[in-house]
């Protein structure tokens, strides 16, 4: 016979439920802090050394229950410090919840994995020196307009930094030392008026420190142990503490404002300037009559060259060829503009004439290839170094002996009608400097071989890496998605709406967004759309806006559109157009977009592979982006700059509601095409 339960009297079960109730209602801490606090005990496997702290409820503010290295205000966490305790695993996801935290310091332990985007957002002090860190530094810094301390040194961050320097005027001091970070510094550095201390010891950024001279502030630089080159601005030899050794200085002589790196490395010279004036002066005068021969040159070589193009777009957002005839009359090259003229196209008249003027484009300083070369590199373009094809040409793996590897994009010899419409485009892309765009650093224009030479990519592309998933990759988690999309608009915001200029892309899809191997976005064929005068055949199908019944009806805002499409494959993991589903599924947008208003269906279209790993307000948020993207209409459509500044909010907010778990870190293929 089965024992009865015992029964709790009445009166018992009332006094206990009155008892929680009570233990809640006294509890100090706000239940936002405290859940963000129980997601970072987890994701840092639970330390026995973090007196007090709990993976579930606790409160951190009570004088009785106080958690190790938690500093509260009435109700709120103000400061976490949990500095040199041999901590472990990562910092989870949640930390945006606390909005009152304005010191986080997490120095000297073993935690990594990448810094989250979901840091707390109103820091003034952030320190996460000597750990293991990887990947680059979130975006969401940018936001922290109170940040007055940011060190990150000795971890393993890489990668380019963003231009995200542009509100921080109270950063005073910033470390970003042993690290392996890389790329010019951002001229968003500029805007940093308050710094006093940069630590950029120990990296591998390249190109000149001209940046670093308008910061007035600066009482203490160390740029040592990097690749820098070109002149130190003579502003900077005023600073008291300058260190400059171990990098690639010019050792020639150095323009007016500048002088010569100091090859021993330990500080800033001191040298008079009595004695080089004079040089100066007959440098300049030299230079002066060498750019007038040059330039007489140039022009008399012009009147006997055919008239070339330049791609741009009108007010508009549609697609127009300006002419560049030769000048008749000038004084200043960077002054010039040019008549109104007819042009001569590109490949058989496929431009209508525009009267418009321009200023002319400085000359274009890339790696020139043989085609003999990269015909080496490629195994005699060999079949098997296809890693993509599109309308332009074909797209090749080129491998060097000292381990190099580039793409080859190599273009159909009919697609120019001479070689200077080949290095005319080459000059407008080489401009294109952007973080989250495919940088290109060579070209081969001999006749017959017009190649683009473009930086390699590890990863492939967005589109193999959501469709074609293998043995060597695991799904993107929700925050690598989010710094995909963000990455991905800043590089459209930066043609559309910062290049002068302004720039369609006209083939915005996943197979053209590449990720390194950091899995950073880097957008491809940008500055290539007068190739694509029907996007319905070069975007496919998904892809392509309802507007676009005709090649003349694209305009920016199309290019809006089909990043939605994008940002659906990352919110979904389905592909645009799949013609393997039901017919009511076979496209993306017709299949999930009225499902992106409803709270209900929303997490049932999201991507299995992530396994409910995602803060359901900021899955919200996304969606809510997409929706705007993808509208029918085009003048509904946000502009990009719009779309950035809601992705990255997003990203603040990317971990308000989800608790007790944390995202793991994607895995990198080690070798999978990439265009």
């Known amino acids: 016979m089965a024992r009865p339960r015992r029964q709790v009297p009445g009166g018992l079960a009332a006094l206990l ?65 949990l500095s040199g305790l041999d901590l472990t695993g990562n910092l989870g996801f949640q930390l945006s919840s606390l909005k009152s935290v304005t010191k986080f310091d997490v120095s000297d332990n073993k935690l990594s994995g990448e810094i989250p985007y979901s840091l707390p957002p109103n820091l003034v002090q952030l320190n996460l020196q000597g750990n293991a860190f990887t990947g680059g530094i979130p975006y969401s810094v940018s936001q922290m307009s109170d940040l ?14 963003t231009d995200m320097f542009t509100q921080l005027p109270k950063l005073s001091t910033m470390d970003l030392s ?53 002149w130190i601005p003579s502003k900077l030899k005023k600073i008291d503490s300058l260190k400059t050794g171990g990098n690639q200085w010019s050792s020639g002589s150095a323009p007016p404002g500048m002088e010569k790196g100091s090859s021993a490395g330990a500080s800033s010279s001191k040298e008079s300037d009595v004695g080089v004036n004079g040089f100066f002066i007959g440098a300049m005068v030299i230079a002066v009559l060498l750019a007038a021969v040059i ?53 058989d008249n496929k431009f209508n004439m525009l009267n418009n003027s321009r200023r002319i484009l400085e000359p274009i300083s890339l790696v020139t290839y043989s085609s003999s070369e990269l015909q080496a590199a490629t195994g005699n373009w060999h079949s098997s170094r296809i890693i993509g094809q599109g309308m332009v040409g074909r797209v090749y793996k080129a491998k060097y002996a000292n381990g190099q590897v580039l793409a080859i994009k190599k273009f159909d010899p009919l697609s120019f009608s001479e070689r200077s419409d ?8 080489s401009r294109l400097r952007q973080p989250s765009i495919c940088e290109i650093v060579g070209y081969c224009a001999e006749p017959g071989h017009y190649i683009m030479v473009y930086e390699h990519h590890m990863n492939g592309s967005l589109h193999e890496f959501l469709h ?32 002068s200029p302004r720039i369609i892309h006209k083939n915005i899809k996943s197979s053209n967004v590449l990720l390194d191997a950091d899995l950073n976005p880097h957008l491809s064929d940008c500055g290539l759309a007068f190739f694509y005068e029907d996007p319905n055949e070069s975007l ?20 809006v559109y089909s990043f939605g499409v994008v940002m659906l494959e990352l919110l979904t993991g389905r592909k645009a157009y799949d013609s393997s589903k039901p017919i009511n599924e076979q496209s993306l947008v017709k299949f999930v977009t009225p499902q992106l208003h409803d709270s209900d269906a929303l997490g049932s279209v999201a991507d299995p592979a992530l396994r409910g790993l995602y ?61």
């Open 295 to 347: 330039l007489l040159t140039v022009l008399q070589m012009k009147r006997s060259s055919p008239v070339s193009s330049h791609y741009y777009m009108d007010e508009s957002g549609h697609s127009s060829i300006i002419s560049m005839k030769p000048l008749e009359k000038s004084t200043s090259i960077d002054s010039v503009t040019l008549p109104s003229v007819p042009y001569k196209t590109m490949n």
């Open 148 to 161: 007055e301390t940011l060190n990150v040194g000795s971890n393993h961050l890489n990668g380019q930094l």
């Open 540 to 559: 496919g199908p998904g892809y392509s806006p309802p507007e676009c019944t005709r090649p003349s009806g694209y305009t920016m805002k199309s290019d």
């Open 422 to 429: 080949f290095v005319e485009l080459v000059t407008c892309i």
């Open 178 to 230: 042993d690290n392996r970070l890389s790329g010019n510094l951002p001229q968003s550095f500029q805007h940093l008026t308050g710094l006093k201390t940069l630590n950029l010891e120990s990296n591998q950024f390249t190109g000149d420190v001209d940046v670093l001279a308008k910061l007035s502030s600066l009482e203490d630089l160390n740029l040592q142990n990097n690749k820098f080159t070109g």
């Open 615 to 675: 803060p359901p307000k900021a899955l919200s948020r996304f969606a809510d982006v997409i929706a705007r993207c993808t509208q029918s209409d085009p003048q509904l459509r946000p502009r990009m700059s719009e779309v950035s500044q809601e992705l990255t909010s997003c990203v603040q907010r990317s971990a308000s509601s989800r608790r007790g778990g944390f995202l793991y870190s994607a895995s990198m293929r080690s070798d999978v095409s990439d265009w």
């Open 17 to 81: 439920l009155l008892s929680a109730v009570v233990a809640v209602a006294a509890a100090k801490t706000d239940r936002a802090d405290v859940e963000a606090l129980n997601v970072l005990f987890t994701s840092m496997h639970k330390p026995s050394k973090l007196d007090n702290w709990k993976a579930d409820g606790g409160d951190p503010c009570d004088d009785d229950d106080g958690w190790r290295g938690v500093d509260c205000s009435d109700n709120s966490v103000t400061k976490i410090d």
């Open 468 to 499: 074609l998933s293998d043995d060597y990759s695991k799904p993107l988690t929700w925050d690598t998605r989010v710094r995909i999309a963000l990455g991905t608009a800043q590089a459209l915001e930066y043609l559309h709406e910062i290049c």
